[in-house]
Nanobody, 122 residues
Framework: QVQLVESGGGLVQAGGSLRLSCAAS????????IGWFRQAPGKEREFVAA????????YYADSVKGRFTVSRDNAKNTAALQMNSLKPEDTAVYYC???????????????WGQGTQVTVSS
């Protein structure tokens, strides 16, 4: 069992940066892929980024590649999403998730956080 809690969301101007954190409980955190997803009003939840259990492999949606960086610290049971050059279209609720399936799809994850709001003003 893994419980996830996101933090770090907020309001930022276009071009700014935010760093989201995901704190996990459970001794098996290091064995899971950690993914970040987002959901804007009226839209489906979409993949943003993921990092494999050992930290050796990362995946990014094309829309965030080069702007966002995903990382994890297994010793601290935490993961992070550094978001730079933010755009208004990045506005959404951001979720971290843990799982062992395909890293770029919602169904690849079992455990989900409650989400944190990111709003980018133009």
């Amino acid at each position: 069992q893994v419980q996830l809690v996101e933090s770090g969301g907020g309001l930022v101007q276009a071009g700014g940066s935010l760093r989201l954190s995901c704190a996990a409980s459970g001794r098996t955190f290091s064995s899971y892929t950690i993914g970040w997803f987002r959901q804007a009003p009226g839209k489906e939840r979409e993949f943003v980024a993921a990092i494999m259990w050992g930290g050796g492999g990362t995946y990014y949606a094309d829309s965030v590649k080069g702007r966002f960086t995903v990382s994890r610290d297994n010793a601290k049971n935490t993961a992070a999403l550094q978001m730079n050059s933010l755009k208004p279209e990045d506005t959404a609720v951001y979720y971290c998730a843990a799982g062992s399936g395909l890293p770029t799809v919602v169904r690849g994850y079992v455990y989900w956080g409650q989400g944190t709001q990111v709003t980018v003003s133009s």
